[in-house]
């Protein structure tokens, strides 16, 4: 089995950082894309960011330009570099990633149990 652990939340006052870590551990062959996600109370949830195994990405509007995500290969972790940070930023963050097992084996996408963050005005 496999999985992705965050961490990193927490309370932050508007305009201030944040850096959020999802660890993945278990049978792991190699890792694809890996993505965090956010839900805030009552609204849709929302993909914030995603990398690639060659590490390009991609931001949704509402982060880009204040956000960053990056990855290390060897320790398996996405990070999410959060900056200015605003109120509306404040939700559960979520990451996945699409984990191969063995080499001959189906790509499967896990997820990890969500960590808050909050940003307060």
């Known amino acids: 089995q496999v999985q992705l652990v965050e961490s990193g939340g927490g309370l932050v006052q508007a305009g201030g950082s944040l850096r959020l870590a999802c660890a993945a551990s278990?049978?792991?062959?190699?890792?694809?894309?890996m993505r965090w996600y956010r839900q805030a109370p009552g609204k849709q949830r929302e993909l914030a960011a995603t990398i690639t195994s060659s590490s390009s990405t991609a931001y949704a509007d509402s982060v880009k330009g204040r956000f960053t995500i990056s990855r290390d290969n060897v320790k398996n972790t996405v990070y999410l570099q959060m900056n200015s940070l605003k109120p509306e930023d404040t939700a559960v963050y979520s990451c996945?990633?699409?984990?191969?097992?063995?080499?001959?084996?189906?790509?499967?996408?896990?997820w990890g149990q969500g960590t808050q963050v909050t940003v307060s005005s």
């Open positions: 278990g049978r792991i062959f190699s890792i694809n894309a």
């Open positions: 996945n990633a699409d984990v191969q097992q063995t080499p001959w084996g189906t790509t499967y996408t896990y």
